[in-house]
C-alpha cells in the first residue's frame, strides 16, 4: 500500500475527510509532483467512502491538470460534471467547465474549449479568469483584435489581471502595436501568471532583491535568455544598442554560449548558464549586477517602433566551420543546395500548427534538381528521434535527404558553419529561421495561417530581418497549397542560379 511505502504518512490518513480535503487542497498548489501525486492519493481515500462527490472528483482531475496529463484531466472533469445535481452551486460548477476547457485547448481541441470556457463565463460572469481563457483562444490564432477586445472585457472585470493583461500583451505584439505589447508582455514574468507560455523567472541567490531593469542607463544588467533558442537568438538583435548604454552580463542557452561568445564575447561577459540550477550559478559573486532582465524585455526599450527595426544582419559565423561544409557542398557536386526543416515546436508551442508531414514534400524533393539538406533538429529531450522518419522516407521515395544527426543538434556546426554552406533554406517556423535572420542567410519560411507574434499576421517580411528573409503563409488551414506554391517559385530560382 501507498502509505505504507512511507509516500503518504500514516497519521494523515486518520484524519476526518474534511481535513483530509483541505490537505489535498494545499498539496495541489505545490510545484512539487510528489506533493500533486500525494494529493490525488488523498483525495481518492474520501473518494473510496463517498463516490458521487463533484468536489472530490474535481481535485483529482486537477491534480491531473497540474501534471499536463490531459486526457486523465479531461476524464475525470467529465466525470465531475456528470455528478452534478440542481443543488450544485453555479460558482462551483464553473470551474469544473473552465478547466475542462483549460485541458481541451492544450489538445487543439479550440471549438469544444471555446464553448466550455463560455459556459463558465455564464455560469460566473464576474469571474475575469473565465473571460480571459476564452480571451487565450485568440491570441496567436489569426485574430489579435478580438484577442485585444477579450482580454479589455476580462480587465473591466479585474483590472489587475495578470494573464489578461500578458494575452492582451501578446495580441498587441501580433499587431505591430509595440508600445502596448510590450507593456502587456512585462506581465509574464508576474509569479502568478497561470499561462503555458509565460516567461522565464530567474533568480540569484547572492542577489536575492535584484530588481528588473527599469531602463535607467549605465547600470549593469543581467540579462538572461528566455523561452526557446529561437526567441533568444532574435533578442540578441538589441544587444548591441544595449551594450551602447549599459554594462552587459549576458546568460546564454548553453547551445548558444560559443556563437555568442564568437560574437560579442570582447564587448561584455557570457555565461553558459541558463540552464543550471539558480543556486549553482557561480559568477554572480564577483560580478556585482544592479538590475536583471529576461532578454526580450530588451524591446521595451529599444523596439518601441516600426523604425527602431534596423533588420540588419547581426550574428557572424565561424570561418572555419564554413569553409569545411563549403567544402563538403562542393563535393556533392554541382547542383545547388537546399536546406531543409518540415517539423518545429512541441506540444505546447504548438507543433500541430508549425509542421508539416514530411510526405507531403515527396513531390518538390523531386520535382527540383538540387541536393536537399536537413536541418531537422531533434527535441533536446529526444536525441536521434528523426533519424529513423528520414530513412524510411528515404527508401520509400528513393530520395535522399542528407542528414546528418551530430550536425544537426550541434548548433556551432548547424548555425555557425553547415547553413552558411547552402544556397538556400527552406523551413517551417522554428529557431533555423531565426539563424539565417541572424546570420544573413537566405530562407523561405513556411508560415502557418495561425503562427506566433513573432511572425506578424501577414506579409512577407519578418520585421525583425531583412529581405533575406521571406514568409510564404498558409491562407487556409492545409500545406499541399503553399509546398505547390514553394515549388513552382523553387522552378523559377532554379533557372536564376542556375544561369548565374
Known amino acids: 500500500m501507498d502509505e505504507q511505502q512511507g509516500l503518504i504518512p500514516p497519521e494523515w490518513l486518520n484524519e476526518s475527510s474534511q481535513e483530509i480535503i483541505e490537505r489535498a487542497v494545499e498539496l495541489l498548489k505545490s510545484n512539487e509532483v510528489r506533493e500533486v501525486w500525494q494529493a ?15 468536489g472530490i472528483i474535481f481535485l483529482i482531475a486537477s491534480s491531473y491538470l497540474r501534471q499536463s496529463r490531459w486526457a486523465y484531466a479531461e476524464h475525470w472533469f467529465r466525470r465531475a460534471l456528470a455528478e452534478i445535481t440542481e443543488e450544485t452551486p453555479a460558482k462551483a460548477q464553473a470551474p469544473m467547465h473552465c478547466n475542462l476547457g483549460y485541458c481541451l485547448q492544450q ?9 466550455c470556457f463560455q459556459k463558465a463565463v455564464d455560469l460566473d460572469p464576474v469571474q475575469s479568469e473565465y473571460l480571459n481563457n476564452l480571451a487565450t483562444l485568440f491570441v496567436n490564432n489569426g485574430t489579435p483584435e478580438e484577442a485585444v477586445r477579450r482580454c479589455a472585457l476580462a480587465l473591466d472585470v479585474d483590472p489587475d489581471n495578470e494573464d489578461a493583461k500578458w494575452n492582451q500583451g501578446l495580441a498587441y505584439l501580433e499587431l505591430g502595436q509595440w508600445d502596448k505589447g510590450w507593456a502587456g508582455y512585462k506581465s509574464g514574468l508576474v509569479a502568478d501568471v497561470q499561462s503555458s507560455q509565460k516567461r522565464k523567472q530567474r533568480t540569484y541567490p547572492q542577489f536575492p532583491e535584484l530588481p528588473y531593469w527599469d531602463g535607467t542607463r549605465g547600470q549593469k544588467v543581467v540579462l538572461y535568455g528566455e523561452q526557446g533558442v529561437g526567441d533568444e537568438i532574435l533578442a540578441v538583435s538589441m544587444l548591441e544598442d544595449a551594450a551602447k548604454e549599459n554594462d552587459l552580463i549576458y546568460e546564454a542557452h548553453p547551445r548558444l554560449v560559443n556563437i555568442m561568445r564568437h560574437n560579442f564575447g570582447n564587448q561584455f561577459p557570457i555565461y553558459g548558464s541558463r540552464k543550471i540550477p539558480q543556486d549553482e550559478v557561480q559568477w554572480p559573486n564577483w560580478e556585482k549586477p544592479d538590475a536583471k532582465l529576461a532578454i526580450l524585455g530588451l524591446g521595451e526599450h529599444y523596439r518601441r517602433k516600426d523604425e527602431d527595426f534596423p533588420g540588419k544582419v547581426y550574428l557572424k559565423p565561424f570561418d572555419s566551420l564554413v569553409d569545411k561544409y563549403k567544402e563538403k557542398m562542393r563535393k556533392m557536386g554541382a547542383r545547388p543546395k537546399i536546406g531543409i526543416s518540415w517539423k518545429g515546436g512541441s506540444v505546447l508551442t504548438r507543433h500541430d500548427l508549425r509542421s508539416i508531414p514530411i510526405g507531403l514534400m515527396q513531390d518538390m524533393f523531386k520535382t527540383i534538381d538540387a541536393d536537399w539538406i536537413s536541418l531537422q533538429y531533434d527535441n533536446a529531450d529526444r536525441p536521434g528521434w528523426n533519424t529513423p522518419i528520414v530513412e524510411g522516407f528515404e527508401k520509400d521515395t528513393g530520395v535522399c535527404l542528407n542528414h546528418d544527426t551530430a550536425v544537426i543538434n550541434d548548433l556551432d556546426e548547424c548555425y555557425g558553419g553547415l547553413i552558411h554552406a547552402l544556397d538556400l533554406v527552406i523551413s517551417v517556423n522554428t529557431s533555423l ?14 508560415t502557418p495561417k495561425r503562427p506566433a507574434w513573432r511572425y506578424n499576421i501577414e506579409g512577407e517580411r519578418m520585421i525583425w530581418y531583412g529581405g533575406h528573409v521571406r514568409q510564404i503563409r498558409q491562407t487556409e488551414d492545409s500545406w499541399e497549397p503553399v509546398i505547390k506554391e ?14 548565374a
Open 107 to 115: 489538445e487543439g481541441r479550440n471549438e469544444e474549449a471555446a464553448a
Open 486 to 499: 514553394v515549388t513552382t517559385q523553387l522552378q523559377g530560382w532554379l533557372e536564376e542560379v542556375t544561369a
Open 433 to 446: 529561421v531565426h539563424a539565417c535572420g541572424a546570420f544573413g542567410v537566405p530562407c523561405w519560411v513556411l
Open 40 to 54: 490525488r492519493k488523498l483525495c481518492e481515500v474520501v473518494l473510496s467512502i463517498d463516490r458521487h462527490n463533484p
